[in-house]
């Protein structure tokens, strides 16, 4: 039978060791949660790196089409998907295209609003499908990581090998 000296080291020892595992448990989720506010803050200026370049692309072409199109180039460029046009692209980028094209079709409605006497004419063309393009792009985002296991925003990281460093 273990003396009364033992029993209250034991005793001690297991609030110890209760102590230590409630504190892993804390330090655990909050690693956790400051990944998850370091990742949502650097897809959040992704996002905004992308949609600004977008968005300033639109603004500068008239031309829906050709806007639209150099709007996707700036984007898959900045990513590192090409190096030239949209031509570069497989085929199994067609879904992405799908999905960013009225995406850079709002941006350049936005920037290049109707006048109100083009639509009292009939001449207008049809309305961008999305209304909201930072939500548009946001549904673009959950696609993309549901189709292919990823975040959209996780192409930025480009792995940099180490470099040397070399004092001359």
């Known amino acids: 039978m273990p003396s009364a000296a033992e029993t209250l080291i034991?005793?001690?020892q297991a609030e110890c060791t209760?102590?230590?595992a409630a504190e892993r448990s804390v330090r655990a989720s909050v690693d956790a949660q400051i990944q998850a506010a370091e990742r949502a803050r650097a897809f959040a200026w992704r996002r905004l790196s992308a949609l600004s370049d977008m968005a300033r692309v639109a603004a500068l072409e008239p031309d829906r089409e050709l806007a639209v199109e150099r709007q996707l180039e700036?984007?898959?460029r900045e990513i590192g998907w090409?190096?030239?046009g949209l031509a570069e692209l497989?085929?199994?980028a067609r879904p992405l295209l799908d999905w960013l094209r009225p995406i850079a079709e709002a941006l350049h409605a936005e920037a290049h609003p109707l006048?109100?006497?083009a639509e009292a004419d009939g001449e207008a063309p049809e309305p961008p499908v999305v209304a909201d393009p930072i939500a548009a792009f946001r549904a673009f985002e959950a696609w993309y990581e549901a189709e292919r296991g990823t975040a959209f925003l996780?192409?930025?990281e480009r792995?940099?090998?180490p470099t040397p460093v070399v004092e001359f």
Request: proline share 8%; charged share 20%; glycine share 12%.
């Open 18 to 20: 209760a102590a230590e």
């Open 10 to 12: 034991a005793r001690l």
């Open 115 to 117: 006048p109100a006497d």
């Open 74 to 76: 700036v984007l898959f």
């Open 90 to 92: 497989g085929e199994g």
């Open 154 to 156: 996780q192409v930025y």
């Open 82 to 84: 090409i190096d030239g």
């Open 159 to 161: 792995y940099m090998p």
